[in-house]
């Protein structure tokens, strides 16, 4: 019962989520929201949705650990097992500017989190608006610089959705809402079951289960488009992504409801956040060294390989 329960919920937060990305913008469409806007701010909270329930409902259920380990994991699973498996099927070209805004901003999260946490194991609900206000303030300036650049990537925009009625913008919003709301408690509930009936920590299912479950949906469009020689994959959306699990959903979640370290997982603090800040901070060695502003197949199997490691000393 509890493999069905993680399995539906994640089912219903992949087509919560995509309802209600389609809805927002949609919605920014008829507020008359720029493309751009739409494309960097609005697609990126509705895309963050369902990390943001799942935390919020694990939060509430007390399961800290869960909204924690989902976060986590899902950074180090975007970069490790997305971009790694990726890379293997089709090399990636870096744009310059990645190291100059996203990867900086990415680090310094990443870092900030791992401070608020260690300094009193609880992130507080000024720590979590500390880093929320950063996600603002990093998007205005992303914002601006991307206004000044013809490349600015608008791909993630569908201009379908400018012609969409208010009663499908409406339906969509109900049914995207519905499917998260179900979706998050099914899958907290179904992953505490199920560590407990496989002997394992409810943190160690989150990092791993369920990180992986939230990142099939990017991973699955990126490995189709890899094969069909598209464009595979923007590494800053990915970067962008990480960006926004921990300002957003972290930040909102603490807002909401602060969110403490269980005591009885010191790896949050001891192992795993530091993978999570490895698997950032060696992107920039990886694209600059041999090949420079490339991420081959030898660097792919590299982070795939380390992705590995990680997964198998988690669930040890």
Request: aromatic share 10%.
């Amino acid at each position: 019962m509890s493999v069905f329960l993680v399995v539906a919920g994640l089912a219903l937060l992949v087509v919560g989520g995509d309802f209600l990305v389609r809805a927002s913008v949609g919605l920014s469409f008829k507020l008359k929201i720029s493309k751009l806007v739409i494309g960097m701010t609005v697609v990126s909270f509705a895309t963050s949705a369902p990390e943001l329930l799942v935390s919020l409902q694990a939060a509430f259920d007390g399961i800290t650990d869960i909204a924690l380990g989902n976060v986590i994991g899902s950074n180090i699973a975007n970069i490790g097992l997305v971009l790694g498996i990726t890379a293997i099927i089709s090399p990636l070209a870096v744009d310059r500017d990645f190291y100059r805004l996203n990867w900086p901003m990415m680090m310094l999260v990443s870092f900030a989190l791992y401070y608020f946490l260690k300094n009193d194991e609880l992130l507080s609900a000024t720590e979590g608006a500390i880093l929320f206000v950063a996600l603002i303030v990093f998007l205005f300036i992303l914002i601006r610089s991307s206004r000044k650049s013809i490349k600015a990537n608008l791909d993630e925009v569908d201009d379908a959705l400018a012609e969409v009625s208010n009663f499908k913008i409406v339906a969509w919003l109900l049914i995207g809402a519905a499917g998260l709301y179900f979706g998050s408690e099914w899958l907290v509930k179904g992953a505490k079951d199920l560590a407990k009936a496989v002997g394992v920590s409810d943190y160690a299912i989150s990092v791993t289960v369920i990180a992986i479950g939230t990142s099939v949906p990017e991973l699955a469009a990126s490995v189709i488009a890899a094969l069909k020689r598209e464009k595979a994959i923007s590494l800053g959306n990915l970067i962008g992504s990480n960006i926004f699990n921990i300002s957003s959903v972290l930040g909102l979640t603490a807002i909401i409801k602060p969110i403490a370290v269980n005591p009885e997982t010191p790896e949050i603090l001891s192992t795993n956040i530091f993978w999570m800040i490895a698997f950032a901070a060696i992107l920039v060695p990886l694209i600059l060294i041999p090949k420079r502003f490339e991420i081959d197949r030898l660097k792919g199997m590299l982070l795939f390989g380390a992705y590995m490691v990680f997964i198998f000393l988690a669930l040890k």
